[in-house]
């Protein structure tokens, strides 16, 4: 397969051996061919024409010089074959020039030895500064250039091929990795329901809360509800926690990027829980019995207070109930029990049926109303909430309102 011509290697300038050997001919270089005593050392490439014509006429190699010789009495048959051979080698360093000069180029991807030798069989000449080859015809470019072409396009496709390849290799490790995450997670949440002892009913809830409140990262997983326990829900419905997870949110992110809807726009702590509703037993039953009584007593309280409060008159002197006269007192305040409250009124049930409002005013006019209600429905009502015993009950609205019963008996 022939070589593509280097030539650059061939327009270099060769060595001047002249002061060291004897020419073989003037138009020959000298370190090319030349003599030395009794014999003629002829450089050529290896199994180049030169070289197998002097090996037929018997030509030996010196590894020394690393040049083939033969004896001064042969140089009648030596000489032409040298002359033909570098006027072979001018022409075809001339065709080299011309064919650089006509810059037909062809740039080759390094390192593809097929593509090369392509080029090589097309006559190419390389061009080592611009590392790429001259073609001698406009054909010959168009052929390689085709080649070429083609060898860049199997290429690309071989790699596209290859990209998509590895990416549904890694969308099925993905897929296969997330299946056996589910499959875990599913696993992990049946153990932790089998081990509570309750019984769920096949419903699952996301609850997210947040907290302002500054703490580490340890702080707030103690703070998160564990896994395992029961809550309960609005509605009244139990979950399980079967999952959580806990992250925080700083202050930039709070004002641009947090979506949640109750989320503060400050640096805050956030707590999602996964939750496995299951049926409530029977305490907690009673004990949502218990609180809807406590908060149906409060209401009650609350109303009452409304309808009274709604019917005073301004006074200037609240009538004087002396405490032999009472049944009972209902005191009402507002605001943060222990803190900042302030009293909404005092509702009195005296022994001879007589149901007694009275409210001290509002800072800062202090206007005293008060109103007294005989054989009425609220005297009913009054009768009924006394008659459960003293107490302290809790009504929240936009405030909390704290109302607190004494009864006789218990004076």
Not at 133 to 138: D, F, G, I, K, R
Request: aromatic share 6%; glycine share 6%; charged share 30%.
């Amino acid at each position: 397969m022939p070589a593509a011509i280097d030539a650059a290697a061939a327009l270099r300038p060769r060595k001047d051996n002249s002061l060291l050997h004897k020419p073989l001919h003037e138009d020959v270089s000298a370190d090319r061919a030349w003599v030395v005593g009794r014999r003629i050392y002829v450089r050529c490439p290896k199994n180049s024409q030169l070289d197998r014509k002097l090996i037929e006429l018997g030509a030996k190699w010196d590894w020394d010089v690393r040049a083939r010789w033969v004896g001064t009495g042969k140089r009648e048959q030596v000489l032409p074959l040298v002359l033909a051979d570098e006027q072979r080698a001018r022409a075809e360093q001339e065709a080299a020039r011309q064919v650089l000069e006509a810059g037909r180029w062809v740039t080759v991807p390094r390192g593809v030895v097929a593509l090369h030798g392509r080029a090589g069989e097309l006559g190419a000449v390389w061009d080592s500064a611009g590392h790429r080859y001259a073609m001698p015809s406009e054909d010959s470019r168009a052929e390689l250039q085709r080649i070429v072409d083609a060898w860049v396009a199997e290429q690309k496709a071989a790699q596209q091929r290859r990209a998509a390849d590895n990416a549904e290799a890694r969308a099925t490790q993905e897929a296969e990795a997330k299946a056996a995450a589910v499959e875990e997670a599913e696993r992990r949440r049946a153990e932790i329901v089998a081990d509570s002892g309750r019984a769920p009913i096949g419903d699952t809830e996301t609850l997210h809360t947040i907290s302002t409140r500054w703490m580490n990262r340890a702080t707030a997983e103690s703070t998160a509800w564990p896994v395992g326990t029961v809550h309960r829900l609005r509605g009244g419905r139990r979950g399980l926690v079967v999952a959580r997870k806990v992250w925080f949110t700083n202050d930039d992110d709070a004002t641009d990027i947090d979506w949640h809807p109750d989320a503060p726009d400050e640096a805050h702590w956030n707590f999602q829980y996964t939750l496995a509703i299951v049926e409530p037993t029977n305490a907690e039953l009673r004990a949502d019995a218990e609180a809807a009584a406590l908060r149906a007593d409060a209401a009650q309280l609350h109303a009452l207070f409304r309808e009274l409060g709604r019917a005073g008159r301004v006074v200037y002197a609240f009538t004087a109930v002396p405490d032999s006269a009472r049944v009972g007192t209902i005191r009402g305040t507002a605001g943060t029990p222990g803190t900042s409250s302030f009293d909404t009124g005092t509702v009195i049930l005296t022994d001879d049926d007589r149901v007694v409002w009275q409210h001290p005013g509002h800072h800062d006019d202090w206007i005293r109303t008060e109103a007294v209600v005989t054989g009425s429905d609220q005297l009913d009502r009054v009768r009924a909430l006394l008659a459960a015993g003293a107490r302290t009950r809790h009504h929240v609205d936009q405030l909390t309102y704290t109302y607190e019963i004494t009864t006789t008996a218990t004076r």
